[in-house]
């Protein structure tokens, strides 16, 4: 089993010789076992707090470097016609504390039907997709949490 305990900086000399996809909830955790692309069951074992995104580069304690891949998952997508709607939509849904992708007038969230429906309201179209969901990092570091 290979076994990873960090990440590597971007290498133009380093090239991934496989790859781990995984969905938004799944690069949030530090540790667990997964099964890479290629077949190879990967042991991911990194400091608390650390999430992996697409594009990152993993390096395994035998040296072989892993590419993270980001799985497309169902998301909400919506699309505003106009920067004061989508900018109303964007600060509704930062006040949930609820991982928020964002685009230029578009932005995407994990399905739920409160949201989707705040969001019509506010003026936007939103659509399900079936994409790579990348959520803002956050201004703290990334760390996505609640007040409950």
Request: net charge negative; glycine share 8%; charged share 25%.
């Amino acid at each position: 089993m290979l076994t990873c305990t960090h990440k590597i900086e971007p290498d133009t000399l380093l090239s991934p010789t496989d790859f781990l996809t995984l969905d938004f909830e799944n690069r949030l955790r530090a540790r667990f076992k997964a099964v890479t692309d290629g077949g190879q069951e990967i042991s991911i074992f990194m400091n608390r707090g650390t999430s992996l995104q697409d594009g990152d580069l993993l390096k395994t304690e035998c040296g072989t470097i892993i590419g993270i891949k980001s799985l497309p998952e169902e998301v909400i997508t919506a699309r505003s016609t106009d920067w004061q709607t989508f900018s109303r939509a964007c600060y509704h849904l930062g006040n949930r504390h609820v991982p928020l992708q964002i685009g230029s007038l578009w932005l995407r969230f994990k399905p739920d039907h409160v949201l989707e429906d705040m969001v019509r309201t506010l003026g936007l179209d939103a659509k399900p997709e079936n994409v790579p969901f990348e959520p803002e990092k956050g201004a703290y570091g990334g760390h996505h949490h609640s007040h409950s």
